[in-house]
């Protein structure tokens, strides 16, 4: 997969033209074994999150995203995470259970990151109620700054 072009944090944006332009529809199997639709998600403010097993920065966001799905879901987020890993569920099923991730877990495809202009790990986009990207961040993202973003985001109608 992308393992050989995602060992290095890259600290950029994608670029602006994909801001404000719609997401990529998908339809992937969850951790859970049902189907995860993006489209299914219009109307909620979507953080979807690109990691894998082995990144660390991944590691280190994971328990925000978590933080962040308890603390907003009832105000309309929802956490998607999009496992990059080479093994599949074999690896992501217990690191999302070791993890006690609290949002569906799909795997990812090079063609599917291809998309989103994924080319290092890990990528965080934030994605408005009617299915637009509203952010994109490569590389960790600063905590506060992100949750203010998702405020924002909440609090438009």
């Known amino acids: ?26 339809t992937l199997t969850g951790n859970n074994g049902a189907p995860v639709r993006l489209s299914g998600y ?19 966001e994971i328990p925000w995203y978590i933080e962040f799905q308890n603390k907003y879901k009832d105000k309309g987020l929802a956490v998607i ?35 989103y202009g994924v080319t290092a790990l890990p990528v965080t986009l934030l994605i408005d109620r009617e299915g637009k990207i509203a952010a994109s961040h490569t590389g960790l993202v600063n905590k506060e700054a992100f949750e203010k973003k998702i405020q924002s985001l909440l609090a438009r109608n």
């Not at 997969?1 to 602006?16: D, E, V």
């Not at 999150?49 to 082995?54: E, G, H, L, M, R």
């Open 42 to 60: 219009q109307g909620r403010i979507v953080l979807l999150d690109f990691w894998a097993t082995w990144c660390g920065g991944c590691k280190v």
């Open 81 to 115: 995470g999009v496992a990059m890993d080479d093994d599949g569920w074999k690896k992501v099923k217990p690191f999302a259970e070791a993890k006690k991730m609290n949002y569906p877990v799909v795997l990812g495809n090079d063609a599917l990151a291809k998309r």
């Open 1 to 26: 997969m992308l393992r050989s072009l995602l060992l290095g944090f890259a600290l950029t944006t994608l670029p602006a033209a994909t801001v404000l332009q719609p997401a990529p529809d998908f």
